[in-house]
DNA sequence: ATCAGGGCTGGCC
DNA sequence: TGGCCAGCCCTGA
């Protein structure tokens, strides 16, 4: 699978800076998205088993500069509505479409396809009453 | 289908 | 404790 109970494991003294169990946890579930492919914050935060957590998964990824020595496919993470984060929406878009990865442009508002077949899967939706 | 507003959660500084 | 954020969901137009 995808899933890492390892990423709980990896839990322990956090005493210190940066390099968490969340973010390894995270950087984890993001080398794990397939080429070609995306998944929303609410999944990556799901799949590092911190259910939830997508705006930490945010910030995590606005970290990721920081971080030169661990490089990601940063680009395949997307909002659960297909939209990109505005502030690097640009590049996001380029290397998604050298992915072929379908991505569609409206004023400032950049969204990836999303397949009707394959609909992203929702995390942690409410039922609507 | 798209968009805006509002309320809420998780992790971090 | 307070506040920030590359989010999420719901509702209404």
């Not at 005493?15 to 968490?20: E, Q, W």
């Not at 509505?81 to 505005?86: C, Y």
């Amino acid at each position: 699978m995808f899933l890492e109970s390892g990423a709980v494991a990896l839990r322990a003294k956090t005493k210190t800076t940066t390099p968490l169990p969340f973010s390894k946890a995270v950087w984890q579930a993001v080398r794990a998205i397939p080429r070609g492919q995306v998944r929303s914050y609410a999944q990556v935060a799901l799949y590092a088993g911190r259910p939830g957590a997508a705006r930490g998964v945010g910030r995590e990824m606005a970290a990721l500069p920081h971080q030169p020595d661990v490089p990601l496919p940063w680009w395949r993470v997307t909002r659960s509505d297909g939209t990109l984060a505005s502030q690097v929406a640009q590049e996001q878009a380029r290397r998604l479409r050298a992915e072929g990865v379908e991505v569609t442009q409206r004023g400032d508002t950049f969204r990836v396809k999303v397949s009707r077949e394959a609909p992203a899967p929702r995390v942690g939706a409410k039922r609507k009453r």
